[in-house]
Nanobody, 124 residues
Framework: QVQLVESGGGLVQAGGSLRLSCALSGRTFSSYTMGWFRQAPGKEREFVAAITWSGGSTRYADSLKGRFTISRDNAKNTVYLRMNSLKPEDTAVYYC?????????????????WGQGTQVTVSS
């Protein structure tokens, strides 16, 4: 059984940075495409970024390009999301997700495994 555990969320002022981490256990990490999603209060869960198992391909939500960076360390079974120049509208619960695909997918329904989420709050 695959388990995903996110960490690194918290309260940050606008313009600040955070790095989220997501550790996968239970299966071979390098077999999975990993994604980050977020859900703000009263809104649907939305795609943030994804990375293939090799790290050779990444994709971002258009509105986040240039501020967020996804990366992975297969030796540590961990995927990261670096968030810079944070804005109050980035406030949300951020979720890590995994699927045993070799290519990028961006829909919530594409992903099989989900973490419990980590809260990110950006104050103005």
């Amino acid at each position: 059984q695959v388990q995903l555990v996110e960490s690194g969320g918290g309260l940050v002022q606008a313009g600040g940075s955070l790095r989220l981490s997501c550790a996968l256990s239970g299966r071979t990490f390098s077999s999975y495409t990993m994604g980050w999603f977020r859900q703000a209060p009263g809104k649907e869960r939305e795609f943030v970024a994804a990375i293939t198992w090799s790290g050779g391909s990444t994709r971002y939500a258009d509105s986040l390009k240039g501020r967020f960076t996804i990366s992975r360390d297969n030796a540590k079974n961990t995927v990261y999301l670096r968030m810079n120049s944070l804005k109050p509208e980035d406030t949300a619960v951020y979720y890590c997700a995994a699927v045993a695909y070799a290519y990028i997918v961006t829909m919530t329904t594409d992903y099989r495994y989900w973490g419990q989420g980590t809260q990110v709050t950006v104050s103005s």
